[in-house]
């Protein structure tokens, strides 16, 4: 799914063309675990402390969560967007001792539901630094959203118009939202996270003139506050071009509603999208370089459309949390697979999988792993890392150079798991999904703990 990818099937023996064997397969790759992760004597160390130690006494799988990372993260997109704010998508992953952080760290917060919001309110956020998201949101949901007085709503269709409307009316609290527009704009990413060209079910379009009719229809509102329009056009996006088209195409709208409607916005949102590095292909721009691009074309374009710079905003996920995670499982069977032309694929069983990583299956999504408790002298092979689940296509990692010598009992590590990992886990087979451990300076502290049979049996009432 990432931009720089090799067609699928360009295979050489058993591996993708991209994937080159490492100099030594014991070392990491630094660019795609956090900041503090390193190896000591074959075992992975993260915020001081040694995985195989930690995983003792939390068991295994376990998401391991980088905190000095996640927030060093975190102030690099703030410092390099201000005076732009900077909403961390909660939807990415969200605790409540993650919104603290991000409260902590100054950025505001995107939710896309009551349980996000829930999350967020517990957490102590100021209700005015949320902005909330979501293509459905049911009456209750708004409603609970207004009064609480979460700073901004994307509103995404004409029927949620008429429901914000209505609901001002009746409690008469007043509503402040955005417009969620679709810019025409074809992402480079997979098409399942792709969501600003035309055919797909969010936002307002902008070409079909939907976007403009949307602005007139709030204005007819009292209780109406339109704020801004907002634009997110995809996921694990690396060519800036998507953001740059997006940009003209929202600010020529925004000056349109000023001089068709004389209802000049203050603010305008760009989205999330950024991409970050799951495997050796992979090569994100920093912060500081997005956000000088980005307020170049911003600059210009208003300049170009004679209108005054709205207050800019960006919705990160990913780039904040998902470089700041990584999974630890414990292998249970190796097993060498016969394939056609007398190659062999080395699987290699965990015990998790899909349940705490969807992506692979429903993206194709790469990842990388490493052996993270021995050094290995072994020759390396191409392995594939699979669940424990009743599919055959529960695979974690699909290609990664791994010691050959690989057996039950080791621990591996998957890097960049942080965004979409935990947040889309499910019960499939009824797994336990994983806690979310905190590491900082050699302390660890577990933020989510990990689920229990008797959690599962509340919900099943016999
Ligand atoms: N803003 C809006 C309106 C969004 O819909 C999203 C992601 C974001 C911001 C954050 O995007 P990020 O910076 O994290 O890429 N589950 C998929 C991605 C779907 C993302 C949905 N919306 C994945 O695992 O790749």
Redesign the pocket.
């Known amino acids: 799914?990432n931009n720089s990818h090799v067609s699928p099937g360009s295979f050489t023996g058993t591996s993708p063309v991209w994937l080159k064997e490492p100099d030594d397969v014991n070392d990491l790759m630094p660019h795609l675990w956090s900041q503090t992760a390193e190896k000591r004597d074959g075992d992975l160390y993260v915020g001081g402390l040694s995985i195989p130690e930690l995983v003792a006494n939390v068991n295994t799988p376990a998401f391991i969560l980088d905190e000095d990372d996640f927030r060093s993260r975190a102030r690099a997109f703030k410092e390099a967007f201000a005076p732009a704010d900077v909403?961390y998508?909660g939807?990415?992953f969200l605790c409540t001792e993650v919104a603290r952080w991000i409260d902590q760290e100054g950025l505001c917060l995107?939710v896309?539901s009551d349980g996000e919001l829930t999350v967020a309110l517990r957490a102590g956020f100021d209700p005015e630094r949320i902005g909330y998201?979501g293509n459905n949101k049911t009456a209750m949901e708004l409603r609970r959203a207004i009064i609480a007085g979460v700073g901004r709503i994307?509103v995404d269709s004409f029927d949620e118009i008429e429901r914000i409307g209505a609901i001002t009316a009746e409690t008469g609290t007043p509503a402040r939202v955005m417009i969620?527009v679709t810019a025409g704009v074809e992402a480079h990413t997979?098409e399942?996270?792709a969501?600003a060209h035309e055919d797909q079910k969010?936002g307002f379009s902008i070409s079909s003139g939907d976007a403009f009719g949307a602005a007139r229809r709030i204005l007819e509102h009292p209780g109406i506050d339109l704020r801004g329009l907002?634009s997110?056009i995809?996921?694990?996006?690396f060519d800036t071009a998507g953001f740059e088209v997006a940009a003209r195409r929202v600010l020529a709208l925004h000056a349109k509603i000023a001089h068709e409607l004389g209802h000049v916005m203050p603010e305008t949102d760009l989205?999330?999208?950024?991409?970050i590095a799951y495997t050796s292909q992979d090569d994100p721009k920093p912060p500081v370089e997005l956000a000088a691009g980005m307020r170049e074309i911003v600059t210009q374009e208003c300049r170009g459309l004679g209108i005054e710079e709205p207050h800019l905003s960006i919705?990160?996920?990913?780039?904040?949390?998902?470089p700041s995670m990584c999974t630890v499982y414990t292998v249970g069977t190796v097993k060498q697979v016969a394939l056609d032309g007398g190659h062999t694929r080395t699987y290699v069983s965990v015990d998790g999988g899909m349940s705490d990583n969807?992506?692979t299956a429903?993206?194709d999504?790469d990842y990388s792993a490493t052996l993270a408790s021995r050094t290995s002298d072994a020759a390396p092979v191409v392995a594939r890392i699979v669940g424990k689940h009743c599919e055959s296509g529960d695979i974690v990692v699909k290609d990664e150079f791994l010691p050959s010598d690989i057996r039950p009992g080791d621990l591996v590590a998957v890097p960049a798991t942080g965004?979409?990992?935990r947040?889309?886990a499910s019960n499939y087979n009824h797994a336990l999904r994983p806690p979310v451990v905190a590491v900082k300076d050699g302390v660890a502290r577990t933020l989510v703990r990990r689920e229990t049979v008797e959690d599962l049996l509340t919900t099943d009432l016999g």
């Not at 995809?234 to 996006?237: A, H, K, L, N, V």
């Not at 919705?315 to 949390?321: C, L, Q």
Request: charged content about 15%; glycine content about 18%.
């Open positions: 799914m909403y998508a939807k990415s995107d896309c998201h994307i969620r997979h399942f996270i969501t969010f907002h997110h995809g996921s694990q996006i989205g999330g999208g950024f991409g919705e990160p996920g990913r780039a904040i949390v998902g969807i992506r429903l993206y999504a965004a979409y990992g947040s889309m």
